[in-house]
């Protein structure tokens, strides 16, 4: 049989190429597609999933039947698969406190020797009850890579008096995200990334040693500190930390001795980022960013600084910046040459130098984003757009938050030549169609609207696009401005290439 004869490998772009319904009449072919689709590493495609969070109960009886059925359907098929499934996500609910703990146990019995990833949503109760086990089960998970750990009841339950911090270790585990309250230290030797409170990756009774993370790479804070304790040693564990590449605060960030501490030890950072707000006491304190000379990709979302001195920022001893995303307006930027994909903040107060800005370094620009501030017509920073034109190497362009009528494009002073993508998003947009789009955009490939009402991505942009011949021909149509203009805010007309 020359099917028989294909190797494995071949075997898994087949089945890529088939939805699920389709594997599984696969699956029943012939005992080696059913190995190789439920035992071999091809099962990295399907996740086991016991969702105890689906049960809404509307009357509290059904409720408890409902989540008795529920459990008794997973242990059922637990039991009895002879899938080596290797991605597990369970979501536990007090509903099911009954079952919880066997649930757990036949899932290490029947998983452990092949999981490598394993996401838990877990109560506070079950939380409670089954962080022990799990202490005890993943150091003999010999293939687990990913762990997630999330409460499902965030806000409900606080873990401050919690007499007992145990310690979670394994040898294999590489990447471990936490959004919990439950305490817990960590020591896992091979773990490149962490997301979730940087007191998880600190040591037992906070001790001067290195972390027990030596081989973290990639960092994200993303669970704000509530033990004030910890709070006044997070800049010993940042001067702990092993050397980064990256590091992400998704959590407000308003201590200069913690921002200090990052620009002095962590200088081997790729990238860093502050996606909410970073509050400094003065710019002083920010212009230490210049020690991070290794940094490639830099994001600020939101500046302020105390003292309300000008926001006058220079990147250019940052010889390798490459990316820089300034969401947060300020008053002026100073970029090195080598920056090739920007994002600015531009309202009307700062537009002249935000212009001044992208035309320093207008060469070697190939991805922009406008992040603007335009409520209303007369809002839009048109000489902002007029100058787009002079970026000669511009690929991608993004403008967010702008107010888009039939002929906000009219005012570039020539066609764009080079740019491929054009992605528009905003709460006002009143048009889907734009005057002379073709010819200001002609080698255009990817054209993405976003409002809050419809997302529409299109690779034929020339649907969009309204010549003045076409918008006198079809404006004398109507007998009315509000015809007229309801004719030009409905969505485009072909369905099969938008979503």
Known sequence: NYIDSLPDELLYMVFDLLNLKSVKAASLTCRKW?????????????????????????????????????????????????????????????????????????????????????ELSLDYSTTVDIFPRLVQTVPQMSQLRTLQLKDSDWNSFCFSNQDII??????????????????????????????????????????????????????????????????????????????????????????????????????????????????????????????????????????????ESPLDLDFSPLTKLEKLSLAAVVDSVTLPKSVQMLELGVNQNNEQSMINTILDCSEQLIELVLSLCAELPEDMPTEMLKILPRLKNLVVLEIENGYFGESTFLCLESPMERLRTLKLYEDHLRMYRFLQLKEKFPNLKELVIESLEKVSKSTNPDLYSLSAADFTSRSSRFGSSAEFESYFTSPSPSSSDSD
Not at 40 to 61: G, H, W
Not at 85 to 92: E, G, I, K, P, T
Not at 94 to 117: E, G, H, P, V, W
Request: glycine share 2%; hydrophobic share 40%.
């Open 34 to 118: 059913n190995n190789i689709l439920f035992s071999s590493v091809y099962t990295n495609r399907f996740t086991f999933v016991i969702d105890a969070m689906k049960l809404i109960p509307s009357i509290p009886l059904s409720f408890v039947s409902r989540a008795k059925d529920l459990a008794s359907q997973a242990l059922r098929v637990l039991a009895h698969t002879r899938r080596s499934y290797r991605n597990v996500r369970w979501s536990a609910s007090s509903c099911m406190n009954l079952y919880n703990s066997t649930i757990f146990t036949t899932i290490d019995q029947q998983f452990a020797n092949y999981l490598t990833r394993l």
């Open 166 to 307: 145990p310690t979670l270790r394994s040898e294999t585990l590489r990447h471990l995200m936490v959004r919990s309250q439950f305490k817990f230290w960590v020591d896992l030797p091979q773990l490149e990334s962490f997301n979730g409170s940087l007191s998880v990756i600190d040591r037992p009774e906070r001790i001067l040693e290195p972390l027990a993370v030596p081989s973290l790479k990639f960092l994200t804070i993303s669970v704000a500190e509530t033990d004030n304790e910890f709070k006044t040693r997070q800049p010993t564990v940042i001067r702990l930390l092993p050397p980064v590449e990256a590091m992400h605060w998704k959590v407000k960030l308003s201590s200069d001795e913690v921002f200090l501490t990052i620009c002095e030890s962590c200088t081997t950072l790729t990238e860093l980022g502050f996606h909410r707000s970073l509050c400094l006491s003065n710019i002083g304190v920010y212009s230490n960013l210049d020690k991070l000379i290794n940094l490639r990709v830099l994001t600020i979302n939101d500046l302020k600084i105390a003292d």
